[in-house]
């Protein structure tokens, strides 16, 4: 195990004072990106970046070239390109779990990209004997020589996992969608009955794959929904006449029906998986990263191993980026910073994620968890208390639908939200309408949302266009209004995980600057542990009696209306 120094306070170092001074001579000065454009023909060029799949905008951002070097100084100041060389070669930076951090080796090459080493086991070597076993097996079903009880080929497959275990193949099934060409995938997450329920329905038993998501297979809400669904298809098999009662033919259907991705192969074999039908992934790979390891099967199923490569190369290439670029020239990096720039100095709480692109529709919801769960924290690494704000609020949603709701905070509020706006050129389903290209439609208004937050509009362009003066104040635009740009040829699989990996590193980044073991997530785990002893109380009085006033008196009138 490495020792990982005590982390260091940023905002005790010369450069952060640096920064602090930067911001007030910018704020003195008063922030005018329309002046900042005017002045400096270069800005869009000096602030643009590419890597394989993607094109990056910056310019539009509340930076100068002082600021991009400044925040660069911090990185250093902090020691991010260490805790950066930490991560990749599988130092313990997890320091309340004392374990490693290598989401990188889950697309590491094997060969050319050389081994890691993480106690005592080559973890590369581990990841691409999961991956064989993985293709291996999802060939078998794709092809139809995996078959179901009745002799059926499988054409759904139901994921059952909660958290990382669902958010990330949820929004790479949806991201993906165009190259689904195996067998359709649902998605089964919440507690609440009523999502196994509507999942379920109007599904073939005989043809239905269940894949249970759970490492340690001990996740309340996964292993109830996982034995409701084991309930729902022997029931089924039973009235379709498919299987008896015999406990042979019902052990016989799950063994057919159910597989897993788990490491804990006793309680998989208890539950009637067979353990060779159990898909590993380890320790040092925390939920919320782990959509290009076992977590991804389902994924597999879906689209095939060339797919799932690709994707895997996509994430591979951006960590290539973040590792080798120096920091003033690495986008990556500098949009980690640009975030504590706007969180640290201009106080703002929240970051929007607007992608004009249908297919992402859930990209927003994933990065909520990566980014929340992560830096979601008030201690730092070696449990000293944080010295500045730390976290974002992330949200979003799909592009237009996304300007008709709540971009008028955005624009006009009194709060200053960050925004990162990602497209592609190309549509997966271009479509003319009244000789109007409406994917051309769709990405003007992408670039005019952009363009329209950064410049604003004056009380005096207002007046020219005949607007009344009592109405002028109500359609100023003020502008300034940071946003980056992300724009890609098309929403390939590469292209995706270039994205996922992005948001991994900016995330890895923030954490770095604020001192933050950003891959620990302990603040889920009261919530459960109160939940196991509230939940007795629904019957049991002595539970009942034990409970704080308000829980007492919610119980209380669950058990008066409850039918």
């Not at 992408?446 to 207002?462: H, I, N, P, R, S």
């Not at 890609?488 to 994205?499: F, I, K, N, R």
């Not at 600057?513 to 009261?526: A, K, N, P, R, T």
Request: glycine share 8%; hydrophobic share 40%.
């Amino acid at each position: 195990m490495s020792q990982i120094a005590a982390p260091i306070d940023a905002t005790q170092t010369p450069e952060w004072k640096a920064l602090q001074e930067h911001f007030d001579a910018l704020q003195a000065e008063g922030i005018s990106l329309k002046d900042w454009f005017e002045a400096d023909p270069d800005r869009v060029s000096k602030l643009s970046f590419d890597t394989s799949d993607l094109h990056f905008d910056l310019s539009k951002n509340l930076i100068t070239d002082e600021t991009v070097k400044l925040l660069a100084d911090l990185g250093r100041a902090v020691g991010l390109e260490e805790r950066r060389a930490s991560m990749y070669r599988g130092d313990h930076i997890n320091t309340t779990e004392d374990r490693a951090v290598l989401h990188t080796a889950l697309r590491r090459p094997s060969g050319e990209a050389g081994s890691i080493i993480v106690d005592g086991q080559d973890a590369v070597a581990d990841v691409n004997a999961v991956l064989d076993k993985m293709y291996a097996f999802a060939e078998r079903v794709r092809s139809g020589e995996w078959k179901g009880v009745t002799g059926k080929k499988i054409e759904t497959v139901v994921s059952i996992g909660i958290g990382g275990s669902d958010l990330g193949p949820v929004m790479v099934y949806e991201g993906l969608r165009p190259y689904l060409d195996g067998p359709a995938v649902r998605f089964v997450s919440n507690i609440d009955p009523n999502d196994v329920a509507e999942k379920v329905k109007g599904l073939d038993p005989e043809t239905t794959l269940v894949i249970v998501v759970s490492k340690t297979f001990t996740t309340l809400e996964t292993i109830t929904n996982a034995k409701m669904a084991r309930w729902w298809l022997l029931d089924a098999l039973r009235k379709q006449g498919a299987i008896d009662d015999s406990a042979e033919k019902e052990a016989e259907a799950i063994a057919k029906h159910f597989v897993a991705v788990s490491t804990n192969l006793e309680l998989v074999a208890e539950f009637g998986i067979d353990p060779e039908n159990a898909f590993g992934f380890w320790s040092w790979v925390g939920g919320r990263y782990s959509v290009d390891s076992a977590v991804g099967l389902s994924l597999i199923l879906a689209f095939g191993k060339d797919v799932f490569q690709d994707f895997l190369k996509g994430f591979y290439d951006l960590d290539r980026t973040f590792e080798t670029t120096p920091l003033e020239k690495n986008v990556v990096a500098l949009m980690g910073l640009i975030n504590v720039w706007y969180v640290n100095f201009f106080k703002a709480e929240s970051h929007a994620v607007l992608p004009y692109v249908q297919y992402l529709h859930r990209f927003p919801a994933y990065l909520q968890q990566l980014t929340m769960e992560s830096n979601g924290k008030s201690v730092r690494w070696d449990g000293t208390p944080v010295t500045t704000e730390t976290g974002e609020i992330f949200w979003g949603e799909a592009g237009t639908n996304g300007q008709h709701a709540f971009y008028q905070l955005i624009h006009q509020g009194t709060r200053m939200i960050p925004a990162d706006f990602i497209a592609f050129a190309n549509s997966a389903n271009p479509i003319q309408c009244d000789n109007q290209d409406v994917h051309e439609l769709f990405l003007g208004n992408f670039l005019a949302q952009t363009k329209a937050l950064a410049f604003g509009k004056t009380a005096d362009e207002v007046r020219a266009e005949g607007t009344p003066e009592q109405i002028v104040p109500a359609r100023v635009f003020t502008g300034n209004r940071p946003t980056t740009s992300i724009f890609g040829e098309a929403l390939t699989p590469h292209a995706l995980g270039e994205l996922i990996a992005l948001y991994e590193h900016i995330t890895f980044v923030e954490g770095t600057v604020w001192g933050l073991d950003s891959y620990d997530q302990w603040g889920v785990e009261l919530g459960k542990q109160l939940a196991k002893q509230i939940t007795p109380a629904f019957h049991d009085d002595e539970a009942l009696a034990s409970q704080d006033a308000s829980t007492k008196a919610l119980i209380e009138y669950y058990r008066k209306v409850r039918k």
